[in-house]
């Protein structure tokens, strides 16, 4: 029976829609930047830009701006971003036509969870904002299992998915050549 089970368990987490998909390109990039700017010993941040989703398709990433390139002063240890910067976050949006999709921001080691203060100040408050956690401080190349995604319901409420529940909800997309 148990095997069973978890053939079953695993039929459905395929069939969990994805929430994100970031092509392998963009993503490699994103994890250097983060690598660079938090230098192995402080959190990094970033906002992922693209097109609204429709009908419930996934959110689509098509760019990034970094916390600190808003907030020069957001990278503290922690991430301390700074209201006035959201601004210059929506200046930037409309700028290039696009709407935040997503956050991301790194942790020390393989822990991926929400810290409280992660889950009691989402950086965008608004239900169904996504928000990924990228461990070891992005200093090596990481899957998509390896993420933490949340999904923010409202209320400080969210829903996480961790290991293969966070594989199925964020796609990382190789293009065929």
């Not at 689509?60 to 970094?66: M, P």
């Amino acid at each position: 029976m148990p095997g069973f089970v978890n053939r079953l368990l695993e039929r459905f987490r395929r069939r969990t829609p994805a929430l994100l998909v970031v092509e392998a390109a963009l993503w490699d990039e994103l994890l250097t930047e983060l690598a660079i700017r938090g230098k192995g010993v402080r959190e990094s941040g970033a906002f992922l830009l693209g097109v609204a989703p429709v009908n419930g398709a996934p959110r689509r990433v098509a760019d990034v701006v970094y916390y600190d390139d808003l907030d020069p002063a957001s990278l503290t240890g922690n991430i301390s971003f700074g209201g006035f910067a959201y601004g210059r976050l929506w200046d930037e949006c409309e700028a290039r036509g696009l709407a935040v999709v997503a956050d991301v921001h790194t942790h020390p080691g393989p822990w991926v969870a929400q810290s409280s203060t992660d889950r009691e100040h989402p950086m965008l408050a608004q239900s169904g904002h996504i928000a990924l956690i990228v461990p070891d401080f992005a200093q090596r190349h990481v899957g998509a299992h390896e993420v933490g995604v949340h999904e923010y319901l409202g209320e400080t409420q969210w829903q996480s998915a961790l290991d293969t529940e966070a594989a199925a909800r964020l796609k990382i997309e190789r293009r065929a050549r």
